[in-house]
Each structure stands twice: as structure tokens, then as C-alpha cells.
């Protein structure tokens, strides 16, 4: 298994809380599943997931009429607390970036925890906070 391209990534760090009314297994789910991807995370677009160490997934983000490509691999999968995969977009000048995704129980919620690491500048810091914001929003929205 090939890890993190440290050299690669920029030096730009995000990390943003939610809280779901959901088991850890159904939030999981929500990203690992194509067809629960394909309506929240690719907005309606394309989505192709092979969630296991290095299997790779494709998402075809439909924004204002364009489709957006982003994709990667996944690092660790370990069902249901932890998410970490390669993110590779536009947005990232076509760059790895990670993101690791924290699943914590607790009682009947799931807190959730996004950090988004290798980001090349600020700008795009920035737009990915306001993406993955709207994006875990959306979240919240279709799993309660």
C-alpha cells in the first residue's frame, strides 16, 4: 500500500466538526456508499467508490452546469470510525491532498470530525472550508 506523497501536498490545514443524530455506522455509510454519495457529496453527478486500502473513487461534483471532477484513494478504511483518503481536484492544482474522517459515538450521535491537509494556498483553504461546510451541512440535512 502506497501512503501519504508528504512532498507533494501544500502546507494548508482545515478541520471542521458536525454532529449527526445518526450511528457511527449510518455516517459511514453515507460516504462510502455510491449511491448516498452520488445524491449529497457529488450533487447529483457521478459517483464511483471502492472503499477498502487503495481503492479509488471518482466524483463527478455537477456545479452551476459544469461537471466538476475530483478524485483519489483511500489510505484507511476502518469501519465505522475512521475515513482517510487522497483528494485530487481542480481545487488542488490537480495535487494530493488528504482527508481523514473521525467517527465518534456518542449515545445515540455521531460526532464527525474533517481535517483536510495538504491544501496549497489559503485561497483554496478557504474554499474548501466553505465546500466541506456545505457539504456536512447537506449531511446533517439527509441523515438527520
Known amino acids: 500500500m502506497i501512503g501519504r506523497n508528504e512532498s507533494a501536498m501544500g502546507p494548508f490545514r482545515i478541520s ?6 445518526a450511528s457511527p455506522e449510518r455516517v459511514f455509510r453515507a460516504w462510502t456508499d455510491a449511491n448516498s454519495a452520488r ?10 467508490i471502492d472503499p477498502r486500502p487503495d481503492g479509488l473513487f471518482y466524483l463527478g461534483m455537477s456545479w452551476n452546469g459544469q461537471i466538476r471532477p475530483h478524485y483519489g484513494r483511500y489510505l484507511r478504511v476502518e469501519s465505522p470510525r475512521l475515513l482517510e ?7 488542488t492544482y490537480g495535487k494530493e491532498s488528504v482527508v481523514t474522517i473521525e ?3 456518542r ?5 464527525l470530525r474533517l481535517t483536510h491537509e495538504g491544501l496549497p494556498d489559503e485561497k483554496q483553504a478557504t474554499g474548501h472550508t466553505e465546500g466541506w461546510t456545505h457539504f456536512l451541512d447537506t449531511l446533517v440535512e439527509r441523515i438527520g
Not at 471542521?16 to 443524530?21: G, H, K, Q, V
Not at 457529496?41 to 457521478?46: E, F, K, S, T
Not at 483518503?85 to 481545487?91: A, H, K
Open 16 to 21: 471542521l466538526p458536525r454532529t449527526y443524530d
Open 39 to 48: 445524491t449529497w457529496l457529488a450533487m447529483g453527478g457521478d459517483a464511483s
Open 85 to 91: 483518503f487522497t483528494w485530487v481536484s481542480e481545487s
Open 103 to 105: 467517527f465518534t459515538p
Open 107 to 111: 449515545g445515540k450521535q455521531t460526532e
